[in-house]
């Protein structure tokens, strides 16, 4: 079912434990680039940052289409049961960045059925991510067959 009006959900906040906050923290919001939009503190050395990562979506996929992606994404190798996914402009630059700030990358970047570049990496605060590169406007792949809305 799709919906045009208002959900009453006015964001989505992903919220990570972060044992190490000070290197997650410079990982994605300096070298990924997530514009910090708040930052909070408390008793105890309580630390909490914002940071901004633009739109955001909630994406399900049933068993078959993990499989898949995984086989397309990073050669077969299984995801987390919870994957982050960043839409970058340059997702071969971004990668690279991420690995050398300390990411351990699963696949480096391809294209996707979907038309877009994909890469998959292990990042700080115990995230496994996806950074990936629209390669045409939504409005062509959902011509394509198997794409479109539910």
């Known amino acids: 079912m ?13 919220v990570v434990h972060a044992e190490d906050f000070e290197a997650a923290l410079a990982f994605y919001r300096d070298v990924l680039g997530l514009p910090e939009q708040a930052a909070f503190t408390g008793d105890g050395d309580a630390k909490v940052v914002i940071l901004d990562a633009g739109r955001a979506t909630l994406e399900l996929s049933n068993p078959a289409q993990v499989e898949m992606i995984d086989r397309v994404e990073a050669g ?8 982050v996914a960043f839409e970058v402009d340059d997702a071969g630059g971004k990668t690279g960045e991420l690995v050398d700030a300390g990411a351990e990358l699963i696949a480096s970047p391809r294209t996707t059925p979907w038309q877009s570049l994909n890469s998959r990496l292990n990042a700080p605060a115990g995230l496994q991510i996806t ?10 792949r959902t011509q394509r067959d198997g794409f479109g809305t539910a």
């Open 131 to 140: 950074l990936f590169q629209e390669l045409e406007p939504i409005e062509l």
């Open 76 to 83: 077969g190798a299984p995801s987390a049961r919870i994957r």
């Open 2 to 14: 799709t919906g045009t009006g208002s959900s009453g959900v006015r964001q989505l906040r992903l």
